[in-house]
């Protein structure tokens, strides 16, 4: 009695181990798949830099060559109203989103726009390897502001003052090959609509912040070109071609 005891106990003890194993044995590949989804999500957001600077002996004068564990680097300094779509073109990054490689190349930047001056981003030189990231969301739209009512007042003629009241005055027609239209070639192409989601608009490259500090509403780019223009001189007036260094300096109007 006491052997087949010992035997039952121990069929269902080599019963219980088999289970076991076979449970092992089916977890593995469900670990193992989601470790293939993750490398290949991984791939899938990694690609070359195949343009920028390739000669590191022939930078800009505010590139400053670093080492780093990935190897050598570049580290630009910015200057007042630099941002990343102008200073990506500064370096050869071409495309239709050259900010893009800036972008994912420094992933201390929590914005696309650049607040102020005097931080350093680092530019990928050709042949480094990013991972994509994913940009954030754009500011909200401003809420649109209710005209205010115009206090109805008698004319001389029995008129309201209100119905009388000339309209104001457009902003001014800019003659072409003007200034302006050299300096929007060089920010924007001479695209006066353009929106590439880095957080500048417009021929001019506006941020938002400069846009509505000289009286601007809405986005830069859903104005008119003499709109933009009227806005651009305000700007002028308050900091000189200071405001857009990189392409002033180009134009010789610094």
């Known amino acids: ?6 035997a039952r106990i121990a069929r269902v003890l080599l019963a219980l181990a088999c289970a076991v194993v076979v ?3 089916s977890a593995v590949p469900a670990s193992a798949a989601k470790g293939d989804k993750k490398d290949k999500q991984r791939k899938n957001r990694a690609y070359v830099v195949e343009e920028g600077p390739c000669d590191l002996d022939t930078m800009p004068k505010a590139a400053v060559r670093q080492w780093t564990p990935a190897g050598e680097s570049i580290v630009h ?3 007042y109203g630099q941002g990343l ?3 990506a073109k500064k370096y050869g990054i071409k495309g239709k989103e050259p900010f893009r490689v800036l972008w994912d190349a420094n992933p201390q930047l929590d914005q696309l726009l650049l607040e102020r001056s005097g931080i350093t981003i680092r530019i990928p030189a050709c042949g480094s390897e990013l991972q994509r990231r994913k940009l954030p969301k754009p500011p909200p739209e401003p809420e649109p502001q209710e005209p205010e009512e115009a206090e109805e007042t008698q004319d001389a003629d029995g008129g309201s003052a209100a119905e009388s009241a000339p309209e104001p005055d457009p902003a001014p027609a800019v003659a072409d090959e003007s200034v302006w239209d050299r300096l929007a070639e060089c920010e924007s192409g001479g695209n006066w609509s353009i929106n590439t989601g880095n957080g500048y608009y417009g021929g ?8 509505r500090g000289v009286g601007g509403s809405g986005y830069p780019h859903e104005h008119s070109r003499e709109e933009q223009i009227k806005r651009g001189k305000m700007l002028k007036a308050n900091g000189g071609w200071g405001h ?3 392409c002033a300096a180009k134009l010789g109007l610094l």
């Open 85 to 87: 779509q102008g200073i």
């Open 23 to 25: 449970g092992l044995v």
């Open 77 to 79: 300094k910015v200057a």
């Open 244 to 246: 857009w260094p990189s």
């Open 204 to 211: 001019l490259q506006f941020s938002l912040n400069s846009w």
């Open 1 to 6: 009695m006491s052997f087949v005891r010992d």
